[in-house]
T-cell receptor
Framework: DSGVTQTPKHLITATGQRVTLRCSPR?????VYWYQQSLDQGLQFLIQ???????AKGNILERFSAQQFPDLHSELNLSSLELGDSALYFC???????????????FGPGTRLTVL | KNEVEQSPQNLTAQEGEFITINCSYS?????LHWLQQHPGGGIVSLFM???GKKKHGRLIATINIQEKHSSLHITASHPRDSAVYIC??????????FGKGTKLSVKP
């Protein structure tokens, strides 16, 4: 158990809909990272938050947004969903340095999103 | 060409064999991560390297910054090592760039 929790575990929705994925980091970790893993693209970095502020951005679509709240949990919002958004979404938390390169990352179990 | 290349893509070994997985990258980095993804989907961070060599149990990771290359070695492999091993580099843009992974299967 990494100490990182993600909800829900599974989500099935329709095209055009909007969903919110939630992540709670390990106690004491200030960084939250979001990743997408699809069959054809592999793992892709979406976005990193550190202590409530956006720190780094990867291949995140404009239809997607994220935020980190004062209690350090994070939410990833996916809107106008398309079939191609079906994937595993992982979050990971890291320590106090604020940089993905400097932190060991602890991964949550993932949320499997299916868009029909 | 991908910025992070792993080889081999697939690897089958007999229990007890010494295994090497390679990762080459073409961008400037400040750190490199090795991750393990279990058949059930869970991901575990194995190593984070910026230079030299690290060892944890039967796993050894090395990095050569000048040659832009890293290797992950598994000594005395065991069927429970069967997983996908993923190399990821932390680039200058502050993002992580992933390799496509090496699927390892260790037969008893």
């Amino acid at each position: 158990d990494s100490g990182v929790t993600q909800t829900p575990k599974h989500l099935i929705t329709a095209t055009g809909q909007r969903v919110t994925l939630r992540c709670s980091p390990r106690s004491g970790d200030l960084s939250v990272y979001w990743y997408q893993q699809s069959l054809d693209q592999g793992l892709q970095f979406l976005i990193q938050y550190y202590n409530g502020e956006e720190r780094a951005k990867g291949n995140i679509l404009e239809r997607f947004s994220a935020q980190q709240f004062p209690d350090l949990h994070s939410e990833l919002n996916l809107s106008s969903l398309e079939l191609g958004d079906s994937a595993l979404y992982f979050c990971a938390s890291g320590g106090t340095s604020g940089g993905a390169g400097a932190d060991t990352q602890y991964f949550g179990p993932g949320t499997r999103l299916t868009v029909l | 060409k991908n910025e992070v290349e792993q080889s081999p893509q697939n690897l089958t070994a007999q229990e007890g064999e010494f295994i090497t997985i390679n990762c080459s990258y073409s961008v400037g980095i400040s750190a490199l991560h090795w991750l393990q993804q279990h058949p059930g989907g869970g991901i575990v961070s194995l190593f984070m390297l910026s230079s030299g060599k690290k060892k944890h149990g039967r796993l050894i990771a090395t990095i050569n910054i000048q040659e832009k290359h890293s290797s992950l070695h598994i000594t005395a492999s065991h069927p429970r090592d069967s997983a996908v091993y993923i190399c990821a580099v932390f680039g200058s843009q502050g993002n992580l760039i992933f390799g496509k992974g090496t699927k390892l299967s260790v037969k008893p």
